[in-house]
């Protein structure tokens, strides 16, 4: 059925009755309700004094429909006046819908365009009718009706009612592949994103059948080959078949998987003049023989782009041109560098930043205005800008700028909110029960500072902290930070003893490269060792009381991994130094060195999960002057650095009272090859084995009688861990065995830890 | 809402429309008060004096509502959106303009409509360090008063706004141009100072935007291009502050009326 | 680069050694210098009888905002008729330092106070602005 107004044409032109040429003396305007006659006129091609052709007329009347106001008009001349005879469309008093059980009210509403004193048009509640289809459709509810109802009211009003019967919603039942001999139907089940429907997907929405993602689902396969070295994969086709039961799809892709190559010869020719091909050789990534990998090229691509930016070839293009041959399944690749396009930026535009202020993202940007456009530079900016966690997506496009050669950068941010309000509850086997609340504005007043405030309650630690950072001080390579601390410790179980320490430090941090980068702050903390319980270890006893310690710290940090959150290569190192003695209680140099070394074992096991992980730390506390270290100030060891072990439970150790006491040395060594479980990675479940050892000695000389035991042979403890990312939050679990030990060192074989956030 | 025999609406003939028997109306909330439009109207007016306008939209949404072919209904939008204008609510305000725009484009109080509706985007105007998209539309719609109405008080007020808007945008250019000048990155600034000097001539920023050039130059050694900036600021802006920093930085007694680049006197030309 | 520097990114438009050799007073045009050195950093202010070319290497440096090293400018001056009068070369030497005035010219309008942007935006962006101007109420018009 046609949605448009039935229009019915003037009469037709023969019926004038006005002899022709015949000038206009007036327009009657009939059935008017709530629309002036004035208004209809002024709409009206033809006025009063105009000629009155029938051509005028007809475009007069299109017009009026066209205001959509109207439902149906007449114009018919009469002698030489005008009728225009009117029925108004009715007004739109109240919009309803029935039925909808999945889809909320309010979201249907905002689909709907049709609103209360809106005017109602048949053409407006078909398109309406669509848009709700379309959205319960996106909803993988394809089997959905919508039938929008009229009630005609008083005064020409009517109520709409959209009647609605959602129907079921449309799953996968079974997903196939046909043509995949390298690979099983296995690993290809966890490579595309849709999932077969299961019991624990009821939360998911990856086993809702999508069109969209069918497409998706054949890019995935095709980059996973391209990979693995079969450059000639083709994803010949992905169909979805409605099951016999009509309950769900059944997704079959068919895969036509060719050879796997290897690379050929790598060379590269470079038509720029003063650049040697041979010269930046080395910074491609491929070496001859190794196994073909579609991504690879692009890498090297963007590799070769960045070592030619910096030396001094802004302009400079790198395009591969790969070559194949079938019998030698070889593939040869040519890296042509030509002079590109001597463009400048123009001038940088940002939009969309309603909260953050201009400077806090233009400081972000490797590129300024008069600069060259290096894309390299360009994309690093849109992901340091990304980093900032303040956009939900940030795109930079080029537009041409006033000469050839000028372009201008548009960059639209799409702002979200930094605020975060968080609640935390919890339990872990060193704190106890707990519950944490904080409160953080990642982009304070849109200046781009980071200030937070953390509550922690725990049955055996309560902390309270403030912190304010800005990551860029003055627009300089400088952030600076304040932070205000109180934490009370429960040590009974370990040390006989609470201990509370209240105070906060400056902070100011700066980056040397993208690799290495130094911290310097200092604090100033008063701590107090209180509670110690009256069977406490002499030596406890003497440390009760308050001190002030005013320290010094600087850490140097040396990161080549290759991501922070969860790193698979490369290693970071940290030195920290604290000088405490100017001023307060105590005086001493603490350093502290440890370092992480990330092996991938993808090219072992075939999975990117698993991974090596070696660390390693070190630390000496060497006080100074007269007055002798503190408890509070010494190394413990045992819990999270040495699993196996109590909290402090392998160091120093009065024997009679089975108090820790601590160690000026410590040293510890992990070494933890984390996997994934047989199970489907939905679940969020990682397997870990390790193997810890520690070493903790070292006393004041005044801490010494035949109740004190302070050696340094090594501990050592082994053992397996699992971590699930559950629906409610992460849970950690670790049963380690102490495998070498002092008969007085105190072991915990389990430990459990589980955190969640809502 | 339980409405019993909505009539079927088979898609073809458009929803004809029958003059059934006017039904009793169905859901709690538009119970027909069957009060005159004028009292309600009324009413509408005592809320807004009083200044509780949440009731006043109240009260004018339902002129409108119960009685929409009075005349009382067309001026009941119009206090409807000004009521929304009051409680800050602009985006609401503009859709009840554009629609009382749309039904009555003849109305004696048209004018007042395009002005509520430029006021409406001009309030929404972001401080000058951040997004500045917002300014240019109420540019747009202010300009818009003043081309349709040229010798209405209205338009006089929208050619001041105009120019407080357009200080904003100036005002953005210079806190980029700032902030470039500190980094070191000359040509960066150099090039939006000039913006400023122009495409925002009636602007109050253009003397610092001036002396900022003479520093730069200076910085970059670049002699005559700081004299010939200090004298294009001098003859223009004799008395301002911003002279005597650029005289001082200058320093050899650069006179306002030192030799004229050929394009000097165009150039003063369209700073006035 | 060495273990503590990092990476050089090349600034503004560097005109080369063999780019300025095919420069020579009294031959070029500004078409030809336009074809053969690209668009200008910028212009003289007020006319356009030089053209400057302006390029840096810059280095991010602790604690600094962007450390500029081997500054370059390249000044190329026209004759009335629009040919190459001159070419000065001018570096980091040339310059001098100067003290920026710290003041700034104020934007009348929404300086929103620390509140209203706290919660200016709760539940929508863009603020009540501190205009102040609200507008007349439309003539009571509206009897019969």
Redesign the interface.
């Known amino acids: 059925q046609s949605p448009a107004p039935p229009a019915r044409r003037p009469a037709p032109a023969a019926a004038v009755a006005a002899q022709p040429g015949g000038r206009i003396t007036g327009i009657d305007v009939r059935g008017n309700q709530r629309i002036e006659a004035d208004t209809i006129r002024s709409y009206m091609l033809v006025q009063v004094g105009d000629v009155a052709d029938a051509d005028r007329l007809d475009r007069s009347l299109r017009a009026l429909f066209a205001t959509g106001l109207f439902r149906d008009v007449e114009i018919t001349p009469q002698g030489n006046r005008v009728q225009v005879t009117v029925t108004e469309n009715p007004i739109v008093n109240r919009v309803a819908f029935e039925g909808n059980r999945r889809v909320s009210e309010d979201l249907l509403r905002g689909e709907a365009l049709l609103r209360p004193r809106a005017v109602y048009t048949p053409a407006a509640a078909q398109g309406d009718r669509q848009r709700l289809l379309d959205l319960y459709a996106r909803r993988g509810r394809f089997g959905a009706r919508v039938e929008p109802k009229i009630i005609e009211l008083d005064q020409n009003r009517v109520d709409v009612v959209y009647e609605i019967v959602e129907g079921d919603i449309a799953l996968v039942s079974r997903i196939n592949f046909v043509g995949n001999a390298a690979f099983s139907d296995g690993t290809l089940g966890e490579v595309v994103s849709t999932r077969e429907s299961a019991w624990y997907r009821i939360l998911s929405s990856s086993d809702i059948y999508e069109p969209e993602r069918l497409a998706l689902d054949r890019e995935l396969l095709r980059r996973y080959y391209q990979r693995r070295g079969y450059a000639d994969v083709q994803i010949t086709g992905a169909t979805a078949e409605l099951s016999p039961d009509r309950t769900g799809f059944f997704l079959t892709y068919t895969i036509n998987e060719g050879e796997r190559y290897r690379f050929g010869a790598i060379t590269v020719d470079s038509r720029v003049r003063g650049l040697e091909g041979s010269a930046i050789r080395p910074d491609i990534p491929i070496t001859e023989g190794d196994q073909y990998d579609g991504e690879a090229v692009e890498r090297a691509t963007s590799a070769l782009t960045d070592s030619l930016a910096v030396r001094g070839f802004p302009f400079a293009e790198v395009n591969p041109r790969v070559t194949r041959d079938a019998e030698a399944r070889r593939v040869a690749i040519a890296f042509e560098i030509t002079d590109g396009p001597r463009n400048f930026i123009e001038r940088i535009e940002i939009a969309g930043n309603s909260r953050t202020q201009d400077r806090v993202i233009r400081r972000e940007f490797r590129v300024a205005e008069g600069d060259p456009v290096n894309p390299t530079l360009v994309r690093r900016s849109r992901e340091r800008l990304r980093a900032l966690g303040y956009f939900s997506d940030v795109q930079i496009s080029a537009s041409p700028g006033s000469a050839a050669d000028r372009v201008i950068l548009n960059t639209q941010v799409q702002e979200r909110a930094t605020g975060e309000v968080s609640l935390g509850g919890g339990y872990s086997t060193d704190a106890g029960a707990l519950a944490d609340i904080g409160l953080r504005e990642r982009n304070l007043l849109g200046t781009g500072i980071d200030a937070r405030i953390n509550a922690l309650i725990g049955q055996r630690r309560r902390q309270l902290d403030f912190s304010v950072t800005d990551p860029q001080f003055l627009d300089r390579n400088l952030a600076a930070g304040i932070d205000l601390f109180a934490v009370q410790r429960n040590l009974l179980s370990i040390a006989s003893y609470r201990e509370e320490r209240i105070g906060g430090s400056l902070r100011l941090g700066y980056e040397f490269n993208e690799n290495l980068r130094q911290s310097v702050s200092y604090s100033l903390i008063q701590r107090r060792v209180f509670d110690v319980a009256s069977d406490a270890s002499r030596f406890i006893r003497e440390q009760q009381g308050s001190t002030l310690l005013s320290q010094v710290s600087q850490t140097l940090t040396y990161d080549r991994r290759d991501d922070r959150i969860d790193p698979r290569s490369g290693y970071i190192v940290r030195l920290g130094t604290d000088l405490a003695g100017l001023g307060g209680d105590v005086s001493y140099l603490r350093t502290r060195i440890d370092g992480s070394f990330y092996v991938p074992l993808e090219r072992y096991f075939g999975d990117r999960d698993y991974v090596l992980a070696v660390s390693g730390s070190a630390g000496r506390l060497d006080p100074f002057g007269d007055r002798d270290d503190r408890i509070v100030d010494r190394f413990f060891l045992g819990g999270d650095n040495l699993r196996g072990f109590a909290v402090g439970g392998a160091g120093p150790r009065d024997i009679t009272t089975r108090d820790s006491l601590g160690g000026r040395i410590l040293f510890t060594q992990t070494t933890e090859l984390r996997f994934p479980l047989p199970v489907s990675a939905d679940l969020g479940l990682t397997g870990r084995v390790f193997a810890d050892v520690g070493l903790n000695y070292g006393l004041p000389s005044s801490v010494s009688g035949p109740e004190v035991r302070d050696s340094s042979s090594p501990r050592v403890g082994a053992g397996v861990g699992i971590s699930w990312r559950s629906p409610i939050g992460l849970i950690n679990i670790d049963l380690a065995q102490a495998v070498v030990k002092e008969n007085y060192d105190r072991t915990q074989v389990f430990r459990f830890g589980f955190g969640t956030r809502f | 809402c339980g409405d019993s025999n909505p009539r079927p609406w088979d898609g073809t003939n458009a929803g004809r429309i029958s003059n059934s028997t006017t039904r009793s109306s169905s859901s709690g909330t538009t119970a027909a008060s069957e009060a005159a439009p004028e009292d309600l109207y009324a009413e509408g007016m005592r809320q807004l004096r009083a200044q509780n306008f949440a009731t006043a939209a109240r009260a004018f949404d339902a002129v409108e509502r119960e009685h929409p072919y009075s005349t009382w209904a067309t001026s009941a939008k119009l206090m409807a959106a000004y009521t929304e204008y009051q409680r800050n609510r602009y985006t609401e305000a503009i859709g009840a303009l554009d629609r009382f725009i749309q039904l009555h484009p003849a109305h004696r109080d048209i004018a007042y409509a395009y002005y509520l509706r430029a006021l409406s985007q001009y309030e929404q105007i972001n401080d000058s360090e951040r997004d500045q998209r917002q300014t240019e539309i109420a540019m747009a719609a202010l300009q818009d008063v003043v081309s349709r109405f040229p010798d209405t008080a209205y338009a006089r007020d929208a050619r001041l706004k105009i120019d407080l808007a357009r200080d904003h945008l100036a005002g953005r250019e210079m806190h980029i141009a700032r902030f470039y000048q500190r980094q070191g990155l000359y040509t960066a600034a150099i090039g939006r100072y000039r913006r400023v000097v122009e495409e925002f001539q009636t602007t109050n920023h253009v003397p610092e935007a001036l002396h900022r050039l003479t520093e730069i130059y200076l910085t970059l050694g670049l002699r005559d291009e700081a004299r010939r900036t200090a004298a294009v600021l001098g003859h223009n802006y004799p008395g301002n502050e911003w002279y005597q920093d650029t005289y001082a930085l200058v320093g050899d007694g650069v006179s306002p009326s030192g030799e004229r680049p050929g394009l000097l006197r165009r150039a003063v030309g369209w700073i006035f | ?1 060495s ?12 005109v080369t050694e ?1 780019q300025l050799a095919q420069i020579s007073p009294g031959v070029q045009t500004r078409r030809d210098v336009q074809a053969l050195l ?2 200008p ?2 212009a ?4 356009d ?2 053209w ?1 070319y ?1 390029s840096a ?1 810059s280095r ?7 450390q ?1 090293d081997d500054r370059r ?1 390249v ?1 190329v001056s026209f004759n009335r008729a629009g040919v190459v009068e001159g070419v000065r070369i ?1 570096t980091e030497a ?5 003290a ?2 710290d ?3 104020p ?6 106070s ?1 509140l209203q ?2 919660f200016g ?1 709760v539940g ?6 501190g ?1 102040g ?3 007349p ?6 009897q ?1």
């Open positions: 680069c273990f503590f520097q990092a990476a050089p990114i090349s600034r503004g438009n560097r063999d690209g668009s950093s910028f003289g202010t007020f006319d009888a030089n400057y302006l290497t991010t440096a602790p604690g600094r905002r962007i500029m400018m000044a001018m040339d310059g001098q330092d100067v920026l005035v003041r700034e010219t934007v009348p309008g929404t300086d929103r620390i942007q706290l935006n929508r962006f863009g603020v009540p602005g205009t101007t609200t507008g109420a439309p003539g009571t018009g509206g019969l």
